[in-house]
């Protein structure tokens, strides 16, 4: 004789499947919507590649600079805030903060450069200079921030949906941190 599976179970166990299914899907969609946000973050060509090319230019800068200005505190202050960001681990504000310190301090010293009788004088690191410059500011003025900026921002939009968002931060999808 076979025995029979009670019904209220069989709907309860369909019921628990189907919830099961929903919150997995939907936690796994805000995880995959997460990662294409950070990849504009963390990813080839992304916003910290960027920053990091403009610390490289920096330290480049400072090689140049010791050449002609021994010993100087902002050619070492300019060397701190280049190696500060290129580290790994840190926030975007806190980035924004060091990209903005490290161009205050680039032009600080490309000012001093230009100022210095002996590298007026020189024939190639005057030329060496506009490029570093003009490399610096390119970067500085990528696509690339604010394409991340906007995937950001849209990202943690849809997790402040109600419910479906809820569930997501339940289950701890958490929301980009802005590049500003």
Not at 68 to 75: E, N, P, Q, S, T
Request: proline share 3%; net charge negative; glycine share 8%.
């Amino acid at each position: 004789m076979k025995s029979r599976f009670p019904i209220w179970l069989s709907v309860l166990i369909s019921l628990l499947l189907l919830a099961f299914g929903l919150i997995y899907g939907n936690v796994s969609g805000y995880t995959d919507e997460r990662t294409h946000a950070d990849a504009l973050l963390t990813g080839d060509s992304g916003l910290l590649t960027v920053v990091g090319y403009r610390a490289s230019d920096a330290l480049n800068l400072c090689v140049v600079a010791e050449r002609h200005l021994a010993g100087d505190a902002d050619v070492a202050a300019l060397r701190t805030d280049a190696e500060a960001l290129r580290k790994s681990g840190l926030s975007p504000a806190a980035v924004k903060s060091g990209d903005a310190a490290l161009a205050e301090a680039f032009g600080t010293v490309a000012a001093k450069l230009k100022a210095d009788a002996g590298f007026t004088q020189s024939t190639r690191d005057p030329q060496y200079l506009e490029m570093l410059t003009a490399d610096f500011e390119e970067y500085g003025q990528s696509a690339i921030y604010d394409t991340y900026n906007k995937a950001a921002a849209e990202f943690n939009e849809k997790l402040s949906t109600p419910v479906l968002g809820d569930v997501a931060r339940f289950f701890g999808v958490k929301p980009c941190e802005l590049y500003e």
